[in-house]
Each structure stands twice: as structure tokens, then as C-alpha cells.
């Protein structure tokens, strides 16, 4: 990724669409209490539209983490056509020792090629370098494409915060999800 590249990450459809989502079952109380997490479908499918706003303060963050030099960031060019079709965004947080991924992210066109996997790949080989000892990253409940893309990248569910957007974060179905592919034993 180059400067440049940042105005235009907006040129990238990230939307999805899930006929399904991840339905959290919270049981006990006080501090024995219990989470599990259950596929259900949906009478309406969830459209996430046009998909991500790389508004001007999101701009200013990717922008920090490029001058970073424990960061990797990437972007995948068609070269047909010269447009931005993905990007990959990941810094080191070396207070724990982990690669931290903020985005990742593919054209609604260039999907199901493996461009996602290799994108994965690259980050894990580049955390392995740094002797990292896990890949983390943050997805929502109702984005069950990309859960989907995350167990088939080897990558473990390790816990969910369900007041990380809302208080109410249940009555919006949208929980936080939190992955980790581990590097060391
Ligand atoms: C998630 C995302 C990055 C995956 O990228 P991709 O290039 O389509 O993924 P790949 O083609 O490399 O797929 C890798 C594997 O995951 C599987 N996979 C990918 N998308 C899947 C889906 N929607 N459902 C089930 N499996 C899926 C593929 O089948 C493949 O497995 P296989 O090689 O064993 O067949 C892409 O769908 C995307 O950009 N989504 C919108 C943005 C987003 O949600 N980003 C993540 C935010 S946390």
C-alpha cells in the first residue's frame, strides 16, 4: 500500500449478504455464566449494502499504521482495469505479542478465488517472522460469511464481547467475535 492507495480504498465493495446469522445463548449468572453461539436463518437476509465507509477518521488510522514500520499493509490491484479489489491491514502489538488484523477485505467481484486465503497466509507467515505468537482479529456475529472464512483458515473462536458496540448489543444482532490463529504452543 502507498499513500496514494488510501483515498481509494472506498473503490472497494466490501459489502456481504448472510442468509444466516449467529444467535447468542447466554445462560447463568454473576460470574458463572455461559455463552454459545447458534447458526439460525433469517426471514430476510442481512444485506451489509455497499459495505465499508473509510470516512476521513478511519483514513487518518490506516494512514498511522502505514507509517508504522511493525505494520503490514497491502493492496490488491485488477490489472485489467486498474481498480482496488482488496486490502489487508495488520500491525504488531508487541505489548502481547500478537499481529492484530484491523481489515481484510475483498471486491464483491474477485470472491471465492483465494485471494482472501492468500491474503491470510501472508499475514500469518509475517507474524511468524516477527515471533509473534498468535494472529488475532475482531468480526460481528451477523457477518457469518466471514466466520465461515475464519474456521476454513485454520483460525480459532476465542471469545465474544457482547457489549462492544451497544449496550444492547443483542437487540442489534451484532456481537463481537473475537479469532485467534495461534503460532506457538
Ligand atoms: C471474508 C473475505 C475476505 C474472504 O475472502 P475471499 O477471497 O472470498 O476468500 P477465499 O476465496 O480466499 O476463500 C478461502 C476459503 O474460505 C472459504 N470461504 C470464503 N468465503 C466463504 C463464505 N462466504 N462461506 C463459506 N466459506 C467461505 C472458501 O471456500 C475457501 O475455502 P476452501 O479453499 O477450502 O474452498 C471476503 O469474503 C470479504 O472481503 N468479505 C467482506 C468484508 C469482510 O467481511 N471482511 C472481514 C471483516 S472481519
Known amino acids: ?89 495488520v500491525t504488531e502489538e508487541s505489548w502481547n505479542e500478537v499481529a492484530w488484523v484491523w481489515n481484510i477485505m475483498m471486491d464483491v467481484s474477485v470472491r471465492q478465488q483465494g485471494l482472501g486465503r492468500e491474503l491470510t497466509q501472508r499475514t500469518i507467515a509475517w507474524a511468524r517472522q516477527r515471533n509473534l505468537r498468535a494472529v488475532m482479529l475482531e468480526t460481528q456475529s451477523n457477518n457469518v460469511p466471514a466466520c465461515k472464512f475464519y474456521v476454513r483458515m485454520g483460525f480459532q473462536l476465542v471469545g465474544i464481547n457482547e457489549a462492544l458496540y451497544t449496550n444492547h448489543d443483542y437487540q442489534r444482532d451484532e456481537i463481537g467475535l473475537f479469532w485467534s490463529y495461534p503460532l506457538k504452543p
Open 1 to 89: 500500500m502507498r499513500e496514494a492507495d488510501i483515498a481509494r480504498l472506498i473503490e472497494i465493495r466490501a459489502g456481504f449478504t448472510s442468509q444466516t446469522r449467529l444467535k447468542v445463548e447466554k445462560s447463568g449468572s454473576g460470574y458463572e455464566v455461559g455463552w454459545r453461539l447458534v447458526e439460525v436463518p433469517l426471514e430476510t437476509p442481512y444485506d451489509k449494502g455497499e459495505g465499508y465507509d473509510f470516512d476521513d477518521e478511519e483514513r487518518r488510522l490506516v494512514m498511522q499504521r502505514l507509517a508504522r514500520a511493525d505494520s503490514l499493509e497491502e493492496v490488491v490491484i485488477e490489472q485489467a482495469t486498474d481498480r482496488l479489489v482488496g486490502m489487508l491491514d
